[in-house]
């Protein structure tokens, strides 16, 4: 069965840093785009970061980004993960990793519509 499993996040403090994992299963990740997404309340889900094999550890990042965040992967883990450092308030969020198995995407990495596979989400809480 083809599942992705968020785990990492939780609650911290502005300035502070969480790593996220996406854990995949039933399938080898490194052939496929792993994206990160998030949702706040009342907000539609945005693309955060995303990875990709071809070109080789591709790698996009949304603007409000600016450096803060990582995006890596552990093919021997089946895994990705999100470092996240210098946080804010409005990074608190629902944050989900996803990847697209049924055909290739053909327009933005950070298109949460090009993806047909995601994960439950965790949540980010940044707050003092």
């Known amino acids: 069965q083809v599942q992705l499993a968020e785990s990492g996040g939780g609650l911290v403090q502005p300035g502070g840093s969480l790593r996220l994992s996406c854990a995949a299963s039933g399938f080898s990740l490194d052939w496929y785009t792993i994206g990160w997404f998030r949702q706040a309340p009342g907000q539609e889900r945005e693309g955060v970061s995303s990875?990709?094999?071809?070109?080789?550890?591709?790698?996009d990042y949304a603007d409000f980004v600016q450096g803060r965040f990582t995006i890596s992967r552990d093919n021997a883990k089946n895994t990705v993960f999100l470092q996240m450092s210098e946080l804010k308030p409005e990074d608190t969020a629902v944050y989900y990793c996803a990847t697209r198995l049924a055909g290739m995407i053909s327009g933005s990495y950070l298109d949460a519509g090009e993806y047909d596979t995601w994960g439950q989400g965790t949540q980010v809480t940044v707050s003092s």
């Open positions: 990875i990709r094999n071809f070109p080789h550890d591709t790698k």
